[in-house]
């Protein structure tokens, strides 16, 4: 069974054109992850949060945005997307924030247009 | 800063050999390390991990290998199966609790 869910797998926009992903998990982590994940490239990580608690790194856009609403989702909101911003973007889980395997999302390809 | 590279972009090896990956770690004071394997178009699936206070680890199939002396980790996949072609990628987190990758090394395994 699938614990950490995204949806759409494929999300097509356009340039400009606000767009929401969307992940879901069924293990009741108390953190939840977003990666952008480019071409042959680590992942590298956006912002997460602890229970309610966000955390934005240093170098997420501000065009990057992400809600929490309860315990087993979260969304990731772009809102105005760019060329640049096609990646696949993955989400991921973990019981606690240190020393905890994170579980990952199969992930949403975006592509712009 | 904290940074994690890997030694090689790229392995081919046969069906059947052992496979290691290698990785080096820039950040001494990271205590946690994951191995993660990544086939195309899926999200990272876990294999194994390893804490600082320990030098060796292994799992089935899989062993990982830290040697904090040089800041060096490794994973060997024994008897490696067509199956196991993917990206491999290593990870560390320390104080900031943040989980930094390396590069990845893509594995192909030739029947």
Redesign the interface.
Known sequence: DAM?IQNPRYQVTQFGKPVTLSCSQTLNHNVMYWYQQKS??????LFHYYDKDFNN?ADTPDNFQSRRPNTSFCFLDIRSPGLGDAAMY?C?TSRD???S???????T?LTVT | GESVGLHLPTLSVQEGDNSIINCAYSNSASDYFIWYKQESGKGPQFIIDIRSNMDKRQGQRVTVLLNKTVKHLSLQIAATQPGDSAVYFCAEQGGSEKLVFGKGTKLTVNP
Do not use: D, M, T
Not at chain 1, 40 to 45: G, M, Y
Not at chain 1, 101 to 107: C, D, I, M, S, V
């Open positions: 950490v042959s490239q680590a992942p590298k990580l790194e993955l991921a924030h240190h020393a395997e994170q579980y990952f999302g199969p992930g390809r």
